[in-house]
């Protein structure tokens, strides 16, 4: 994108080099343009499945953490906890 809008913000180039060129790379400009929008269609709904994943995945988290926390399951024995309470039998 960036290279797009510094490729058409210079027009100092020498009249020669564009006039014989122009004509033929309308049909190129709306080609390009065309692939860009139906590519932009058909990706919006990969878009929203991502997003619609990734929230649900943020959310089953966010509730087992918080049900762990009530059910009084802090993730494992305290930091001067014994070896056998580390390991178990």
């Not at 080609?31 to 919006?44: D, K």
């Not at 943020?58 to 509730?63: D, H, R, T």
């Amino acid at each position: 994108m960036i290279a797009q809008i510094l490729a058409t913000s210079r027009s100092e180039a020498p009249e020669g080099c564009r006039g014989g060129v122009e004509g033929s790379t309308r049909g190129l400009d709306l080609a390009a343009r065309t692939v860009q929008i139906a590519l932009a269609i058909a990706l919006l709904p990969a878009l929203a499945v991502m997003i619609v994943v990734g929230g649900v995945g943020a959310a089953a988290l966010g509730l087992t953490t918080l049900a762990a926390h009530a059910a009084g399951w802090e993730g494992g024995p305290g930091p001067d906890a014994s070896p056998e309470e580390s390991f178990g039998p």
